[in-house]
């Protein structure tokens, strides 16, 4: 099979790989029907790289496809359509036994440490297959896995129907907490994005309004008066501007990882509005929520899958997400 591989420091090679085998009892073998690209898998490819990954190992962790195959302990039928959470769980170690699965010690991350899904199939344990509904479209479906991280983050912001939000950082993972804070019912919702082709995508997807970084000191009073009651960084690094841009008593969720980012910060200001500053990493048991949420139809994403592209053409995918001329790409093999 051909597949998009992570070869060495800022190289992705296209390879023919022989079909992956059933290495144990619970595995299964999924036909892949499609696959986001991410904003880790421009990370990992990034010189010098901006997130770990083992050399050699196929891409993709975002992924939905068809049991083709499965292990006599798997307790899935062939054929059954399925979304991953591509960081399987032990459920044995501390962590996992404490309810919280997402520190578990013992995570082989797909399209990282171990194979993903930017292939024709790929292997996972049963347990992190999530079965899913064939009338969600295949680039929705692949939406699951980022959608059940970010519903993680908007589960800790605990939001209510009314409520502002801000979010720092315009591209999928900012258009998926807007697509979630809309479905609650907060308003109004503000994206901070400084690419154009970005902004008109948060636009579509129903921010009350779009601000460069530049225009934040002049536009935010606007919209927001005494601050926003959520304050989302999907970048990073956007910490100190967050504070901010606070409300009184309002909750900051740190989103998004920048692992060189040492932002100063204002310390007082976190007392005095009684902020509460929230980490949120990855998916935690939030996978069924995201599932029914793409399947219900009530969440409006479509305006942010920008290109469905073969998987031969992965390395201009790659390239187009680069450039920031894409909110997300997705691709089928
Ligand atoms: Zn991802
Ligand atoms: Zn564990």
Redesign the pocket.
Known sequence: MLAAVFEAEGRLSMEERPLPVLASADDILIAVEAC?I????LQILATPPGHPATPGTVLG??LVGRVAEAGPAAGIAIGTRVVID?DPKCGVCGPCRTGRPASCLNVRALGIFRDGALASHVLAPAGAAYPISDAVPAPVAALV??LA?VVNGTRRAAPRAGESVLIYGGGAIGCLFLAVFRATGCSPIVVVEPLAARADVARAMGADAVVAPEEVVDTLPRWLPGGADIVVDAVGSQLASAIEAAAMGARIVLFGMNSNARPPIHQVEITEKSLAILGSYISNFTFPEAIRLLESGRLLVDPMISAVMPLAESRDAFELLRSGGATKVVITP
């Open positions: 986001g991410c904003g880790t898998d962790h975002e591509a896995e980022p991280c």
